[in-house]
T-cell receptor
């Protein structure tokens, strides 16, 4: 099925551990992004990419790294997990560039991360 | 900062129309109004968007005031499955990375 696939769906980490959240899309979308959602709050942008090899920071980038080596994949790395990074993480994709004027995002189903 | 203001919560009777308001008084001429919803803890789902004119699709209608400073999302016949948080977002025409989600409106559809 076409869409955005996130893995894993659930993860528990110990403080200081590192891990990578995976995100893949099969719609040939240029634009991909990562959001985090804390309980009772809206989504906040962590990092985004407008195409392979190009990434930039969003509102809350500290503690996270990204890379975009292919159009399909946009992994999010937690270098040293902290309890403050306990959250639900969503990946999204859409067309970009001149096609971005009137397009919507497609979101993945999320990764629920707990850091203890 | 989110560019929109929405009521934190609303109730609607099943089968009735749900009218969700959104204020975006600082919207500029090259910004779209988008609506998404998030059911329980799933990923947000696109509903509809518009620039100036009213829009309708199979899910909802979007009414934008003439001065574009506010809009209303209309779910014509709300069902229990429409219970969700609804986000109104103002986004520049060619800037994908400026999609800012506020707290949204929690719509509860009651039997």
């Amino acid at each position: 099925n076409a869409g955005v696939t996130q893995t894993p769906k659930f993860q528990v980490l110990k403080t200081g551990q590192s891990m990578t959240l995976q995100c893949a899309q099969d719609m040939n979308h240029e634009y991909m992004s990562w959001y985090r959602q804390d309980p009772g709050m809206g989504l906040r942008l962590i990092h985004y990419s407008v195409g392979a090899g190009i990434t930039d920071q969003g509102e809350v980038p500290n503690g996270y790294n990204v890379s975009r080596s292919t159009t399909e994949d946009f992994p999010l790395r937690l270098l040293s997990a902290a309890p403050s990074q306990t959250s639900v993480y969503f990946c999204a994709s859409s067309y970009g560039g001149v096609k971005s004027g009137s397009v919507s995002y497609t979101f993945g189903s999320g990764t629920r991360l707990t850091v203890v | 900062d989110a560019k929109t203001t929405q009521p934190p919560s609303m109730d609607c009777a099943e089968g009735r129309a749900a009218n969700l308001p959104c204020n975006h008084s600082t919207i500029s001429g090259n910004e779209y109004v988008y609506w998404y919803r998030q059911i329980h803890s799933q990923g947000p789902q696109y509903i509809i968007h518009g620039l100036k004119n009213n829009e309708t699709n199979e899910m909802a209608s979007l009414i934008i005031t003439e001065d574009r400073k506010s809009s209303t999302l209309i779910l014509p016949h709300a069902t229990l499955r429409d219970t969700a948080v609804y986000y109104c977002i103002v986004r520049p025409m060619y800037n994908n990375n400026d999609m800012r989600f506020g707290a949204g409106t929690r719509l509860t559809v009651k039997p």
